[in-house]
């Protein structure tokens, strides 16, 4: 898949090797994180940057990346960016706790791009409710973990039916 055949929208879903990713994988399946692509620039929510865009070619030379493609056929890309641009440097939510005006990737995707449905958030690892990597991640953060809270992840967006997946992004641009 070349970066030409990206269009405005576009939803990219993807994980790297990272102690965080792997955790959100082991308890939702496919991705880590999802972003949104609007003219060569990636729109995210990420630890470090908070929402924010960035170019995709300096995203992707960060870490060894597979990236997958998903469109919203219907989409209007251009109201959709002027919503992406109107959440820029808001901070991360690290709690993943809703309502507290940061945002985590996909709830950031899911607030600007309105088609998606909250699902009661998990935290287990198949064998835990909670896994030992969670358990420890919000003892740091001082709270109790939101387990069953409404939220969303980067796998519950990729699944909905309302998107069309595409295909693999070369990491190579």
């Given at each position: 898949?070349?970066?030409?055949?990206?269009?405005?929208?576009?939803?990219?879903?993807?994980?790297?090797?990272?102690?965080f990713?792997?955790?959100?994988?082991?308890?939702?399946?496919?991705?880590?994180?999802?972003?949104?692509?609007f003219?060569?620039?990636?729109?995210?929510?990420?630890?470090?940057?908070?929402?924010?865009?960035?170019?995709?070619?300096?995203?992707?030379?960060?870490?060894?990346?597979?990236?997958?493609?998903?469109?919203?056929?219907?989409?209007?890309?251009?109201?959709?960016?002027?919503?992406?641009?109107?959440?820029?440097?808001?901070?991360?939510?690290?709690?993943?706790?809703?309502?507290?005006?940061?945002?985590?990737?996909?709830?950031?995707?899911?607030?600007?791009?309105?088609?998606f449905?909250?699902?009661?958030?998990?935290?287990?690892?198949?064998?835990?409710?909670?896994?030992?990597?969670?358990?420890?991640?919000?003892?740091?953060?001082?709270?109790?973990?939101?387990?069953?809270?409404?939220?969303?992840?980067?796998?519950?967006?990729?699944?909905?039916?309302?998107?069309?997946?595409?295909?693999?992004?070369?990491?190579?641009?």
């Open positions: 898949m070349e970066k030409t055949l990206l269009q405005n929208g576009d939803l990219l879903f993807m994980s790297d090797e990272s102690d990713s792997k955790a959100i994988i082991e308890t939702t399946e496919d991705y880590s994180h999802v972003g949104i692509y003219d060569g620039m990636i729109y995210h929510a990420t630890r470090k940057r908070g929402v924010a865009k960035q170019k995709l070619e300096d995203y992707l030379s960060e870490g060894k990346l597979e990236v997958f493609i998903y469109r919203y056929p219907v989409i209007d890309a251009k109201s959709i960016k002027e919503q992406a641009e109107r959440y820029l440097g808001a901070e991360y939510n690290h709690s993943f706790y809703p309502d507290n005006e940061k945002f985590y990737c996909s709830q950031y995707i899911a607030q600007i791009l309105p088609i449905d909250t699902i009661p958030m998990k935290f287990g690892d198949g064998e835990n409710e909670i896994s030992d990597y969670w358990k420890k991640y919000y003892e740091e953060l001082g709270l109790p973990v939101p387990l069953n809270l409404p939220g969303t992840n980067p796998s519950q967006l990729a699944k909905s039916e309302k998107l069309k997946f595409i295909g693999k992004l070369t990491t190579r641009l």
